[in-house]
């Protein structure tokens, strides 16, 4: 009886199709909103305390492991209890108001000690809103709503970066705003050091807007579930002893990723110290990525339902090694242009996005596709927590190595060579991911795609079905 009334729910159009509701893209976008008012800032927050390459690369560290060490936890606990509302509730208000706490950080040491608390925090919410969702739309539409989703979200990252960075060129603005406020005005925002201040409204802005994300997610209607089914609770070592293809995929993560995070504790030294960018043009360099990421993530998603998963998982990551390249090359790049040194990075993070949008959402895709759908939340979250231990090692070897190349071969060339040993990583990596499998057919590849993008092979298509 079981299997029969599992049959027709899946073959149901109405479940197959079904869409997100508004509240999800609501919540969605505030959280991210929130993100955006404060994360594109954190790296240069340290590298403006005093921070070094080892201290850098630490703190990515704590940013990679710290998110994702307890997400198996979280994951299978979701889908053990069915709240999955209140873990997304509580962990985006405690980890989003954690950030307020960051003005009273004194020393990098500091700083890498309150980040990892909040990054434990706001773990909570990360894979159970992504089993949240995933239970919210149907499988023949995934890619198309996944894209959508991320484009309403990376609009509001987007909007909230250019915000947090304009600020950041007033730095008069909380001067006036202290004294406007009176008493209360030295209670808010007490006298700090002057690069110091232009954090004070992001990062009280991500923690109110933290709260509002939390509450309204509770209004989310899940989709209710079988109570009297027994929920297994995944150990990490379990699912990935298991021979399939979420162990496949697993594994052939963990290459590339120890080579993408190798380069970024040096992206803002690149930014910051060689080319001098302000916090306004830091955030135009992550606006523009994320501009790009919009433009690209709902094509991209409509096409991974018609080409599949690893076409675009192999696009992405076959074009990442690009980026520390240019990063690497942009001081040369920028003189035989004749060309701001900035455009060079505005231009990396266009394609960046471009990467991002092709392989982000088709990853998690992936993941759902190859899930029980009892699981998924176990799965997303134990696929996080072993590749974050992957880009651990990356981040903190990159730091402590480009650290102690600097007594050797100076900084500038410490930082362009750990960029271009990222590059030339990455660039091997990517072909590890030929090794995945698709779980189910396709009505299209992503080279019959490519031809009809031709309009002289769109008018042979069509003569050819004429005759």
């Known amino acids: 009886m079981s299997n029969n009334e599992d049959t027709s729910t899946t073959d149901n159009p109405i479940v197959q199709h079904q869409k997100l509701p508004a509240s999800v893209y609501l919540v969605g976008a505030l959280t991210q909103f929130a993100l955006g008012m404060h994360s594109p800032f954190l790296n240069t927050y340290l ?39 209140a873990f997304v509730a509580f962990g985006t208000m405690t980890g989003l108001f954690m950030v307020l706490l960051f003005l009273w950080a004194e020393t990098p040491i500091h700083m890498i000690i309150m980040y990892g608390i909040q990054s434990v925090l706001f773990s909570i919410q990360i894979p159970t809103w992504q089993s949240l969702i995933g239970g919210l739309m149907g499988e023949k539409n995934r890619g198309d709503e996944l894209g959508r989703l991320g484009t309403v979200v990376n609009v509001a990252s987007l909007i909230a970066t250019l915000a947090s960075g304009f600020i950041a060129g007033f730095p008069m603005l909380i001067p006036a705003i202290r004294g406007g406020l009176g008493d209360l005005g030295f209670i808010l925002f007490p006298s700090v050091e ?25 209004k989310i209607q899940d989709r209710p579930r079988d109570m009297r089914e027994r929920r297994k609770f995944p150990p990490m070592l379990e699912l990935l002893s298991k021979p399939g293809d979420f162990r496949r995929f697993s594994f052939v993560a963990v290459f590339f990723s120890f080579a993408m995070s190798m380069s970024w504790p040096y992206f803002i030294v690149v930014q910051r110290d ?27 998603g409509k096409l991974s339902d018609r080409v599949g998963r690893k076409p675009l998982i192999l696009l992405g990551r076959g074009l990442l090694f690009l980026i520390p390249m240019m990063y690497a090359l942009s001081m040369p790049i920028s003189d035989f242009l004749n060309i701001p040194g900035v455009w060079v990075i505005y231009t990396a993070n266009i394609l960046a996005g471009f990467t991002v949008a092709s392989s982000a959402n088709a990853i998690t895709a992936y993941i759902y596709d190859i899930a029980p759908e009892e699981e998924r939340g176990a799965h997303l979250a134990v696929y996080n927590t072993f590749t974050g231990i992957i880009l651990l090692l990356g981040s903190l070897i990159a730091g402590f190595v480009g650290e102690a190349l600097v007594p050797i071969i100076g900084s500038y060339m410490a930082v362009f060579w750990m960029l271009m040993i990222s ?8 072909f590890f991911y030929l090794l995945i499998r698709e779980p189910r057919t396709y009505s299209s590849s992503l080279w019959n795609e490519l031809r009809l993008l031709v309009p002289n092979r769109r008018h042979d298509a069509d003569a050819l079905r004429q005759h």
């Open 47 to 85: 590298l403006d305390m005093g921070a070094n390459y080892a201290e850098l690369g630490a703190f990515r560290s704590v940013g990679n492991i710290a998110p994702t060490i307890l997400q198996p936890v979280w994951g299978a606990s979701s889908d053990k209890v069915g709240r999955t509302k």
């Open 423 to 430: 590059s030339i990583l990455r660039f091997f990596g990517s």
């Open 274 to 300: 060689w080319l001098g960018n302000t916090l306004f043009e830091i955030a135009i360099a992550s606006a523009v990525m994320t501009i790009s990421i919009v433009v690209f993530t709902v094509p991209f």
């Open 194 to 218: 002057v690069w110091r201040e232009a954090y004070y409204i992001p990062f009280y802005i991500t923690a109110l807007i933290g709260i509002a994300a939390s509450l309204l997610s509770l």
